[in-house]
């Protein structure tokens, strides 16, 4: 089902594995999909650790699932999403879910409601959270990162800048390379903009969000490996030129 097409979303939350800071730009995110009508978060909510939770379950109509730690060494928590997930699944409630985890044990589950054609965001820290996890999900996007641009957003006017080329690595210098070569080009070398970054995104988990850019023509502009170019109705197009 694609993805503009979605209605109905479930956002399931592993509160032991992210954080409350993560819930304003994820549901900004999901925004995307479609109305994020059922959102529930997972933990042993008595632990001291998961006190923050409190305030923001109430402020964002989150509903918390309380799971006590019945057996040491056991996750409670995993099962009870997991066991969620699959019946809204079947109950065909929701077209798509967010799943906030750094957790590489939801990859089994984001692997299943993918075969049913659903769309699944996976919010988690790109540095703890496995590349299994990551590749499973239609997207994957740095929770830290929408936090510190939700936060930028926020702070007093100043000059502009673009994030720094360091941030650009030579793995998504590939990544695009081999979706512009992919894509449909004119004589000149040049392929729709969006064409190119939906065939990315087919390929890997691929977000601009992640590399500190809001929108796919940022990216491309702060690139020095390919040229952007805008035509009629201001549609960007893109060329590799190295």
Same mark, same amino acid.
Not at 24 to 41: F, H, S
Not at 194 to 202: C, K, Q, W, Y
């Given at each position: 089902?694609?993805?503009?097409?979605?209605?109905?979303?479930?956002?399931?939350? $592993?509160?032991?594995?992210? +954080?409350?800071? =993560?819930?304003?730009?994820?549901?900004?995110?999901?925004?995307?999909?479609?109305?994020?009508?059922?959102?529930?978060?997972?933990?042993?909510?008595?632990?001291?650790?998961?006190?923050?939770?409190?305030?923001?379950?109430?402020?964002? =109509?989150?509903?918390?699932?309380?799971?006590?730690?019945?057996?040491? =060494?056991?996750? &409670?928590? $995993?099962? &009870?999403?997991?066991?969620?997930?699959?019946?809204?699944?079947?109950?065909?409630?929701?077209?798509?879910? =967010?799943?906030?985890?750094?957790? *590489?044990?939801?990859?089994?589950?984001? +692997?299943?409601?993918?075969?049913?054609?659903?769309?699944?965001?996976?919010?988690?820290?790109?540095?703890? +959270?496995?590349?299994?996890?990551?590749?499973?999900?239609?997207?994957?996007?740095?929770?830290?990162?929408?936090?510190?641009?939700?936060?930028? $957003?926020?702070?007093?006017?100043?000059?502009?800048?673009?994030?720094?080329?360091?941030?650009? $690595?030579?793995?998504?210098?590939?990544?695009?390379?081999?979706?512009?070569? &992919?894509?449909?080009?004119?004589?000149?070398?040049?392929? *729709?903009? *969006?064409?190119?970054?939906?065939?990315?995104?087919?390929?890997?988990?691929?977000?601009?969000?992640?590399?500190?850019?809001?929108?796919? +023509?940022?990216?491309?502009?702060?690139?020095?490996?390919?040229?952007?170019?805008?035509?009629?109705?201001?549609?960007?197009?893109?060329?590799?030129?190295?």
């Amino acid at each position: 089902m694609p993805e503009q097409d979605l209605q109905n979303i479930a956002l399931l939350i $592993d509160a032991d594995n992210t +954080t409350p800071k =993560g819930i304003d730009p994820v549901l900004t995110v999901m925004a995307e999909l479609g109305q994020v009508n059922i959102k529930r978060a997972y933990g042993n909510f008595a632990k001291n650790n998961l006190a923050n939770w409190d305030k923001i379950t109430h402020k964002y =109509g989150i509903r918390p699932q309380q799971q006590f730690d019945l057996t040491a =060494g056991k996750n &409670a928590t $995993d099962m &009870a999403m997991t066991i969620d997930a699959i019946d809204l699944l079947y109950q065909g409630k929701v077209d798509g879910f =967010g799943i906030m985890s750094s957790d *590489s044990d939801f990859t089994p589950l984001v +692997t299943r409601l993918r075969q049913d054609g659903l769309v699944v965001y996976g919010f988690g820290s790109t540095k703890k +959270t496995p590349a299994a996890f990551k590749s499973a999900c239609t997207r994957f996007i740095d929770i830290d990162a929408l936090i510190k641009g939700a936060s930028d $957003d926020r702070e007093p006017a100043r000059s502009e800048t673009i994030p720094g080329k360091s941030e650009i $690595d030579e793995e998504l210098v590939e990544l695009l390379g081999t979706a512009w070569k &992919a894509a449909k080009r004119d004589d000149n070398g040049f392929a *729709s903009l *969006s064409e190119v970054g939906n065939i990315a995104g087919n390929r890997s988990s691929f977000d601009v969000r992640n590399y500190g850019f809001k929108r796919l +023509t940022d990216l491309f502009d702060a690139m020095d490996q390919f040229q952007l170019e805008r035509r009629e109705n201001n549609t960007p197009y893109v060329k590799r030129l190295r």
